[in-house]
C-alpha cells in the first residue's frame, strides 16, 4: 500500500503548476512534502497567505474509521481575523470538531 500511495502522491502533484501566487506559496514539490510532515505531525494545517495575500486558513482532517484522512474542515479569515499568536483559539474548536464528525462517522 505505501507504494500505491506514493504513486498517487506523486501523480497527484504532477498536475500542479507551483507558480508563485503570494511571498508564502510553496513553489516546489519538496517545499510542499516538507509543509505536509508538518501538518502530519502537529495534526492540522495553516495556510499563511499561501495563495492569496491577507487570507489565511486552518484546516483540521476528517478520518474515516481506519484512520485515513477523507475530508476536513476549515476556518478562513483575513490576516486581521487570524492572528498567528492566538491559533489556539481557533484551532482547538476546529480540531474537536473534525474529531467529532470522524468519531460520527466511524459509527
Known amino acids: 500500500m505505501p507504494g500505491y500511495?506514493?504513486?498517487l502522491y506523486k501523480k497527484k502533484l504532477s498536475h500542479i503548476s507551483w507558480q508563485?501566487?503570494?511571498a508564502s506559496?510553496?513553489?516546489s514539490p519538496e517545499a510542499y512534502r516538507q509543509h505536509l510532515i508538518g501538518v502530519r505531525q502537529q495534526g492540522w494545517a495553516f495556510d499563511n497567505e499561501e495563495d492569496i495575500v491577507n487570507i489565511r486558513c486552518l484546516a483540521a482532517p476528517i478520518t474515516d474509521s481506519s484512520g485515513q484522512v477523507i475530508a476536513a474542515i476549515s476556518a478562513v479569515g483575513t490576516v486581521l481575523?487570524?492572528?498567528p499568536a492566538k491559533l489556539q483559539r481557533i484551532i482547538d474548536p476546529l480540531c474537536r470538531t473534525a474529531a467529532?464528525?470522524?468519531r460520527?462517522?466511524?459509527k
Open 20 to 22: 508563485t501566487k503570494t
Open 25 to 27: 506559496t510553496l513553489t
Open 81 to 83: 481575523d487570524i492572528d
Open 104 to 106: 460520527q462517522l466511524g
Open 100 to 102: 467529532h464528525i470522524s
Open 5 to 7: 500511495r506514493n504513486r
